[in-house]
T-cell receptor, first 115, second 114 residues
Framework: DSGVTQTPKHLITATGQRVTLRCSPRSGDLSVYWYQQSLDQGLQFLIQYYNGEERAKGNILERFSAQQFPDLHSELNLSSLELGDSALYFC??????????????FGPGTRLTVT | AQKITQTQPGMFVQEKEAVTLDCTYDTSDQSYGLFWYKQPSSGEMIFLIYQGSYDEQNATEGRYSLNFQKARKSANLVISASQLGDSAMYFCAMREGWNNDMRFGAGTRLTVKP
Protein backbone atom coordinates (compact mmCIF):
# COMPACT_ATOMS: atom_id res chain seq x y z
CA ASP A 1 0.00 0.00 0.00
CA SER A 2 1.59 3.26 -1.19
CA GLY A 3 -0.49 5.48 1.08
CA VAL A 4 -2.03 7.29 -1.89
CA THR A 5 -5.78 6.80 -2.20
CA GLN A 6 -7.96 7.26 -5.24
CA THR A 7 -11.70 7.11 -5.65
CA PRO A 8 -13.62 5.72 -7.32
CA LYS A 9 -11.85 2.54 -8.36
CA HIS A 10 -14.02 2.09 -11.43
CA LEU A 11 -16.20 4.51 -13.34
CA ILE A 12 -18.44 3.80 -16.31
CA THR A 13 -20.06 6.72 -18.06
CA ALA A 14 -21.38 7.80 -21.42
CA THR A 15 -19.86 10.03 -24.07
CA GLY A 16 -20.41 13.72 -23.48
CA GLN A 17 -20.58 13.35 -19.72
CA ARG A 18 -18.38 14.86 -17.02
CA VAL A 19 -16.66 12.99 -14.18
CA THR A 20 -14.46 13.86 -11.23
CA LEU A 21 -11.66 11.66 -9.99
CA ARG A 22 -10.35 12.17 -6.49
CA CYS A 23 -6.92 11.63 -4.98
CA SER A 24 -5.51 11.91 -1.48
CA PRO A 25 -1.70 12.01 -1.32
CA ARG A 26 0.50 10.27 1.22
CA SER A 27 0.66 12.02 4.54
CA GLY A 28 3.27 14.77 4.31
CA ASP A 29 3.48 14.83 0.52
CA LEU A 30 2.86 18.24 -1.00
CA SER A 31 3.01 17.31 -4.68
CA VAL A 32 0.29 15.52 -6.58
CA TYR A 33 0.67 14.27 -10.13
CA TRP A 34 -1.95 12.93 -12.51
CA TYR A 35 -1.18 10.36 -15.21
CA GLN A 36 -3.24 8.66 -17.89
CA GLN A 37 -2.46 5.11 -18.96
CA SER A 38 -4.04 3.90 -22.17
CA LEU A 39 -3.20 1.01 -24.47
CA ASP A 40 -2.22 3.19 -27.40
CA GLN A 41 -0.48 6.07 -25.59
CA GLY A 42 1.11 4.29 -22.65
CA LEU A 43 1.66 6.20 -19.42
CA GLN A 44 1.42 9.95 -19.93
CA PHE A 45 1.92 12.76 -17.45
CA LEU A 46 -1.04 15.12 -17.33
CA ILE A 47 -0.50 17.73 -14.64
CA GLN A 48 1.20 18.41 -11.32
CA TYR A 49 0.19 20.47 -8.30
CA TYR A 50 2.44 21.51 -5.48
CA ASN A 51 0.91 22.80 -2.26
CA GLY A 52 -2.19 24.03 -4.05
CA GLU A 53 -0.51 25.61 -7.05
CA GLU A 54 -0.28 24.23 -10.55
CA ARG A 55 3.39 23.41 -11.11
CA ALA A 56 3.67 21.62 -14.43
CA LYS A 57 1.48 20.65 -17.33
CA GLY A 58 1.96 17.71 -19.63
CA ASN A 59 -0.29 16.27 -22.30
CA ILE A 60 -3.51 17.38 -20.68
CA LEU A 61 -6.46 18.12 -22.92
CA GLU A 62 -8.37 21.38 -22.58
CA ARG A 63 -11.44 19.32 -21.64
CA PHE A 64 -9.57 18.17 -18.55
CA SER A 65 -8.78 20.26 -15.50
CA ALA A 66 -7.48 19.65 -12.03
CA GLN A 67 -7.07 21.37 -8.71
CA GLN A 68 -5.48 20.77 -5.35
CA PHE A 69 -7.33 21.82 -2.24
CA PRO A 70 -5.96 23.27 1.04
CA ASP A 71 -6.06 19.81 2.64
CA LEU A 72 -3.83 18.71 -0.30
CA HIS A 73 -6.28 16.30 -1.86
CA SER A 74 -6.68 16.73 -5.59
CA GLU A 75 -9.43 16.29 -8.12
CA LEU A 76 -9.17 15.66 -11.85
CA ASN A 77 -12.20 16.79 -13.82
CA LEU A 78 -12.85 15.26 -17.22
CA SER A 79 -15.60 16.77 -19.34
CA SER A 80 -17.22 16.18 -22.74
CA LEU A 81 -15.95 12.65 -22.49
CA GLU A 82 -15.04 10.72 -25.62
CA LEU A 83 -14.52 7.02 -26.17
CA GLY A 84 -10.78 7.65 -26.40
CA ASP A 85 -10.72 8.97 -22.84
CA SER A 86 -11.23 5.43 -21.56
CA ALA A 87 -8.07 4.71 -19.60
CA LEU A 88 -6.56 4.07 -16.20
CA TYR A 89 -5.97 7.37 -14.40
CA PHE A 90 -3.29 7.42 -11.77
CA CYS A 91 -2.56 9.91 -9.09
CA UNK A 92 0.93 9.97 -7.58
CA UNK A 93 2.44 12.00 -4.79
CA UNK A 94 5.88 13.01 -3.64
CA UNK A 95 7.37 15.21 -0.99
CA UNK A 96 9.25 17.55 -3.26
CA UNK A 97 8.14 19.88 -6.00
CA UNK A 98 10.68 19.18 -8.67
CA UNK A 99 13.60 17.41 -7.15
CA UNK A 100 14.71 14.63 -9.43
CA UNK A 101 15.73 12.78 -6.31
CA UNK A 102 12.13 12.32 -5.24
CA UNK A 103 10.34 9.18 -6.26
CA UNK A 104 6.60 9.33 -6.82
CA UNK A 105 4.25 6.95 -5.09
CA PHE A 106 1.23 5.92 -7.11
CA GLY A 107 -2.32 5.34 -6.05
CA PRO A 108 -4.27 2.27 -7.18
CA GLY A 109 -5.78 4.14 -10.13
CA THR A 110 -9.29 4.86 -11.38
CA ARG A 111 -10.37 2.85 -14.38
CA LEU A 112 -12.60 5.02 -16.55
CA THR A 113 -14.73 3.42 -19.23
CA VAL A 114 -16.59 5.71 -21.61
CA THR A 115 -19.37 3.98 -23.56
CA ALA B 1 11.73 11.72 -29.77
CA GLN B 2 11.52 8.86 -27.32
CA LYS B 3 13.16 9.74 -24.04
CA ILE B 4 12.95 6.25 -22.56
CA THR B 5 13.31 3.11 -24.63
CA GLN B 6 12.50 -0.39 -23.43
CA THR B 7 13.27 -2.72 -26.31
CA GLN B 8 11.90 -5.93 -24.81
CA PRO B 9 8.09 -6.07 -25.03
CA GLY B 10 8.13 -9.44 -23.27
CA MET B 11 10.59 -11.53 -21.31
CA PHE B 12 10.48 -15.01 -19.81
CA VAL B 13 12.59 -16.24 -16.93
CA GLN B 14 12.72 -19.45 -14.96
CA GLU B 15 11.86 -19.25 -11.29
CA LYS B 16 14.95 -18.64 -9.09
CA GLU B 17 17.02 -17.34 -11.99
CA ALA B 18 18.14 -13.75 -12.53
CA VAL B 19 16.77 -11.55 -15.30
CA THR B 20 17.81 -8.22 -16.78
CA LEU B 21 15.27 -5.76 -18.17
CA ASP B 22 16.77 -3.20 -20.52
CA CYS B 23 16.25 0.54 -20.46
CA THR B 24 18.02 3.27 -22.38
CA TYR B 25 17.33 6.95 -22.03
CA ASP B 26 18.00 10.18 -23.83
CA THR B 27 18.78 13.44 -22.09
CA SER B 28 21.15 16.36 -22.34
CA ASP B 29 20.66 17.31 -18.68
CA GLN B 30 23.43 16.58 -16.21
CA SER B 31 20.97 16.10 -13.36
CA TYR B 32 18.29 13.48 -13.73
CA GLY B 33 16.72 10.57 -11.94
CA LEU B 34 15.93 7.11 -13.21
CA PHE B 35 13.17 4.97 -11.75
CA TRP B 36 11.73 1.52 -12.16
CA TYR B 37 8.12 0.68 -11.41
CA LYS B 38 6.30 -2.65 -11.36
CA GLN B 39 2.69 -2.97 -12.49
CA PRO B 40 1.09 -6.34 -11.64
CA SER B 41 -2.12 -7.46 -13.29
CA SER B 42 -4.09 -5.75 -10.52
CA GLY B 43 -3.01 -2.44 -12.05
CA GLU B 44 -1.26 -0.54 -9.28
CA MET B 45 2.16 1.02 -9.92
CA ILE B 46 4.75 -0.04 -7.37
CA PHE B 47 7.98 1.92 -6.98
CA LEU B 48 10.99 -0.41 -7.04
CA ILE B 49 14.25 1.48 -7.26
CA TYR B 50 15.81 4.87 -7.98
CA GLN B 51 19.17 5.95 -9.42
CA GLY B 52 20.36 9.54 -9.47
CA SER B 53 22.60 10.72 -12.26
CA TYR B 54 25.32 11.72 -9.79
CA ASP B 55 25.21 8.49 -7.85
CA GLU B 56 28.48 6.66 -8.35
CA GLN B 57 27.27 3.33 -7.10
CA ASN B 58 24.54 1.24 -8.62
CA ALA B 59 21.32 1.33 -6.62
CA THR B 60 20.14 -1.84 -4.91
CA GLU B 61 16.91 -2.66 -3.11
CA GLY B 62 16.64 -6.22 -1.94
CA ARG B 63 16.48 -8.47 -5.01
CA TYR B 64 16.43 -5.46 -7.34
CA SER B 65 19.53 -3.73 -8.59
CA LEU B 66 19.98 -1.08 -11.23
CA ASN B 67 22.90 -1.50 -13.64
CA PHE B 68 23.64 2.17 -14.37
CA GLN B 69 25.97 2.84 -17.30
CA LYS B 70 25.99 6.60 -17.67
CA ALA B 71 28.15 6.83 -20.78
CA ARG B 72 25.90 4.39 -22.58
CA LYS B 73 22.77 6.02 -21.13
CA SER B 74 21.41 2.75 -19.91
CA ALA B 75 19.69 1.86 -16.65
CA ASN B 76 18.92 -1.84 -16.73
CA LEU B 77 16.96 -3.47 -13.94
CA VAL B 78 18.32 -6.75 -12.62
CA ILE B 79 16.01 -9.00 -10.64
CA SER B 80 17.80 -11.80 -8.84
CA ALA B 81 16.24 -15.09 -7.74
CA SER B 82 13.00 -14.52 -9.67
CA GLN B 83 9.75 -15.43 -7.97
CA LEU B 84 6.36 -16.20 -9.48
CA GLY B 85 5.07 -12.97 -7.96
CA ASP B 86 7.55 -11.02 -10.07
CA SER B 87 5.39 -11.65 -13.15
CA ALA B 88 4.21 -8.16 -14.11
CA MET B 89 4.81 -5.19 -16.39
CA TYR B 90 7.95 -3.24 -15.59
CA PHE B 91 8.35 0.40 -16.50
CA CYS B 92 11.50 2.47 -16.66
CA ALA B 93 11.04 6.21 -16.10
CA MET B 94 13.12 9.37 -16.00
CA ARG B 95 12.84 12.85 -14.55
CA GLU B 96 15.22 15.49 -15.88
CA GLY B 97 16.66 18.16 -13.62
CA TRP B 98 13.90 20.18 -12.04
CA ASN B 99 11.39 19.09 -14.63
CA ASN B 100 8.34 17.64 -13.00
CA ASP B 101 7.39 15.57 -16.01
CA MET B 102 8.24 11.91 -15.45
CA ARG B 103 8.58 10.12 -18.78
CA PHE B 104 7.87 6.41 -18.93
CA GLY B 105 9.00 3.75 -21.35
CA ALA B 106 6.56 1.40 -23.06
CA GLY B 107 7.21 -1.31 -20.50
CA THR B 108 8.39 -4.91 -20.50
CA ARG B 109 6.08 -7.75 -19.57
CA LEU B 110 7.98 -10.26 -17.46
CA THR B 111 6.68 -13.79 -17.03
CA VAL B 112 8.28 -16.04 -14.45
CA LYS B 113 7.92 -19.73 -15.25
CA PRO B 114 7.72 -22.34 -12.48
Amino acid sequence: DSGVTQTPKHLITATGQRVTLRCSPRSGDLSVYWYQQSLDQGLQFLIQYYNGEERAKGNILERFSAQQFPDLHSELNLSSLELGDSALYFCASSVFAGDSMGEQYFGPGTRLTVT
Amino acid sequence: AQKITQTQPGMFVQEKEAVTLDCTYDTSDQSYGLFWYKQPSSGEMIFLIYQGSYDEQNATEGRYSLNFQKARKSANLVISASQLGDSAMYFCAMREGWNNDMRFGAGTRLTVKP
